[in-house]
């Protein structure tokens, strides 16, 4: 099979070729080969990929859920979740996977999913997201985070629990917050770091707490990554603190994250310092993106469309030059291929024949323009066409 007239990220032409699932070669285009799938001189991007996502959360198909939250504090939009949570009367399942087929349909191929998990919820949430992955998985990689989303300390028997989750089929170990949620940040980090080197596990935190005090979670996070030679399995969400501080303090900061191999996500938040993204590269950090909340009880936003975060993120950022927003795009692909651990990646000879195909002609033309995509190919199959799958 042939998808002639492609544009590579690199801005060359050439015709894909296209064997058993995977790109044979980059051939001089052709325009008279018969039966190739002509893309028209579009930009073919890898497949993106949402790095924070939460596909329990969502009430996306839902009719309209006002959101609830009494104030602006992560502890009030925990309650708020909860009433509209009592109030739900269709499974996670359900509309966890309204949300996988429209992040699809866009082009996100991998994500990497927090699930709640508390001691009133136990594991029920888990066991829909599982679900989820199994029914998707000829189309999507999942990547599950044991999330203690109402802390640990402050829901006890929480700690048994994400455990119990890393047996039962999540990749990965959560945390938030240690002193704004829990106010104790060497048990928290116990219990998130016990389990992680138990079962040799990844971690991704949640941490919203700013300034100073913020910051000195995310040294602790960095010196016990270090320390247990977990150097590439850690990450930060959010991370705030990262951009309410002084700049020497940050950069100090990027240079023992980027030692420790701790990678910061950001889903370029409204109402919050990002971390300083181009700081961190600079020094070496891993920084990638997410979607974050979509459609739920904390946020009314989000579509689930990575090159709508990577505008999203590099407006937050202040981007503005084509290298910036390449660097927005890395943010949704590339980079968070390498945090998710893909090893199978990118476009190249004898990779994976999966891409998906924007109506631009360079990246930076595509994050700013987040034009429709034409297709999405998954293992040499279109799986999606403009923006619908097939
Ligand atoms: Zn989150």
Redesign the pocket.
Known sequence: MRFSNATLPDGSRCDIEVEGGRISAFLPTSPSTPDAVDLGGTIVLPPLVDG?I?LDKTLLGLPWVPNQSAGNQVSDRIEAERRVRAARMVPEFETGSNLVRQVVASGTLHMRT?VDIDNQLGLRNLHEVLKIREHFRDLVTIEIVAFPQSGILRSPGTAALLDEAITQGADLVGGLDPVGIDGDLDAHLDAVFGIAQRHSAGVDI?LHDGGEGGLAQIMAIAARTEALGLQGKVAV?HAFALGSVPTDSATRAADTLARAGVAIMSHGPGGATIPPLKLLREHGVEVFGGS??IRDAWSPFGSGDMLERAMLIGYRANFRHDAELALALDMVTAAGARVLGLADYGIKAGGPADFVTVEATTLAEAVATRKRRSLVVKAGRIVARDGTLV
Do not use: Q, T, W
């Open positions: 924070h939460h927090h949640h969400s974050d909340n």
